[in-house]
Every structure is written in structure tokens, then in C-alpha cells.
């Protein structure tokens, strides 16, 4: 008895280490950018109006009435900055994660995506911010195109305007990274240890919308202070993270932190369900091209 709960205790504590596959880097860093970059832009064209809805919400004067086309403002140019930072995201998450799963201890599986949570984060911030700065400009109505964005942005603020609420950016993503990553894997780990078998699509998704959704809830407040932040432009209405989470609590009270959150976790939720959906059965279709040689072997291991 006691040696079927180490059993099982020692399953639910790893995602692949009981695959054994041999790690290597750059196959691994490859297919995590195709698979990243595949998912990134399906999930953020599908559900780019919730996004424009919640950034609207959080603006302080909402910026004005939204018509139908305005909820696809600036989705173009924000694809060309979701693309490589969500293929850079996967690309840098999935190699670290089999690195730190191989070096911790199998009972601090969740440490190690935790961490390889922050490092993929942390490698894609320096194309996200600029990214979101344009996005949300756009969303609320400051620019009509994302060229003239940047282009006015620099002009009015300088190369800090683009890196501006950098760091309530991560604030919000580092942890929100890590958070959905950690809950993903580890619900995927418990599921698979329970049904004794590889997940399905969607089971993954489903997994996948229950860590976002979840994610998104616990991470809203972040995500207030960071969108204020970047849409304040040459203003400066807040100094800081600090002076900003003081200046919304005094004037529009406590619960102005939590603006946004329904379509956030809306938002989140459907698209943790496409972007994990999309992700692994991406990830599944590349490692079928290249053949195990260990799988008899885990086989055998079931």
C-alpha cells in the first residue's frame, strides 16, 4: 500500500520525466517556436475584440463608443508582435522546463515550470511591451495605425515611450506566466497520472481554459495597474506602480482594480483553452516526425 502511494505520488510530481526522452536543445527550442507562434496567433485573432472590450473598460474614460470595427483596432500590427513573442515564449519555456525537470528533485516539478515560466517571460518582455503599448493605444483610439503609433510614440516620448509601465509589465506577466504554466502542467500531470494515459485535445483544452481562467481572476488587479500605466502616455498621471495603485484606490476606490474582469477571465479562459489546444496537438504533429527510439520502453513502463 504504502509503496503504491510513493508510486503514484512520484508520478504526479513529474511531467516527462518518466518519458526519459534524451533532451535536445535545439530540436526542442525549434519545435517550441513553431508550435508557440502557431497557437499565439490563432488564439489572439479569435479573441482580439474581448481584449479591446477589456482594455476599454480599464481606461479611465473608457475610450468612447465602440463600434464593430474598432474592435479589430490594431490587431494587425499586434500579430506581427504576437507571433514572435509567443514563438520565442515556448521556444525558450519548453527547453528550460526539461532542463530544471532533469536537475530538481521529481517532488518539485512545479518549481521547475514555475521558473521556466519566469525565464520565457522575461526573454519575450522586450517584444511584448512595445507590442501591448501599440495594441492598447490603438484600442482605446489614440492611433488608427500601428506604423503611426510608433512613429508618434517615439516622436512624443522617445524609445522609453515604447517600454513605458515596463516594469508593472512584469509585474503582471512574470507571474502570470509562471501562475497558468505551473497550473497547466501540474493539472496535466494529476489527469494523467488518474486516467493512466496521454491526454486527449480536449482534455487539454479543457485544462488549459480552467489554468487561464483561473490565472486571469488572481492577475487582474496587475493587469489595471499595467494598462493604465501604458496608456497614459506623455502625461504621466501616475510616477509609478506604487503611486498608481494609490491614485485608483483614493479616486475610484478598491473595487476599480478589479475593472475588466469578466471579459478578462473570459477572455483568458477561452483563450488558454485554443492557445493549449492548439499548442499541443502542435507539439504532438512535430514529435511525429521524429520517432522515439525510447518508446517500447515506455511502453513497458505503463
Known sequence: MRNSLLERK???????MGEEKPFNFFRTFFEGVIAGGA????????LYPID??????????GGGKIDLKDLYSGLTGNLAGVLPASALFVGVYEPTKQKLLKTFPENLSAAAHFTAGV?????????????????QRMQIGQFTSAPDAVRLIISKEGFKGLYAGYGSFLLRDLPFDAIQFCIYEQLRIGYKAAANRDLNDPENAIIGAFAGALTGAITTPLDVIKTRLMIQGS????????DCVQTI????????LLKGIEPRVLWIGIGGSIFFGVLE???????????????????KHD
Open 10 to 16: 512520484k508520478s504526479f510530481a513529474s511531467v516527462s
Open 39 to 46: 497557437a499565439g496567433v490563432v488564439v489572439e485573432a479569435a
Open 52 to 61: 479591446t472590450i477589456k482594455t476599454r473598460l480599464q481606461a479611465v474614460h
Open 119 to 135: 525565464v520565457g517571460g522575461f526573454a519575450t518582455s522586450f517584444i511584448r511591451v512595445p507590442t501591448e503599448i501599440v495594441k
Open 235 to 242: 502625461g504621466n498621471q501616475y510616477k509609478g506602480i506604487l
Open 249 to 256: 484606490v483614493r479616486k475610484e476606490g478598491p473595487p476599480a
Open 281 to 299: 496537438s502542435t507539439k504532438r504533429l512535430l514529435a511525429q516526425r521524429h520517432p522515439a527510439p525510447h518508446q517500447d520502453s515506455n511502453t
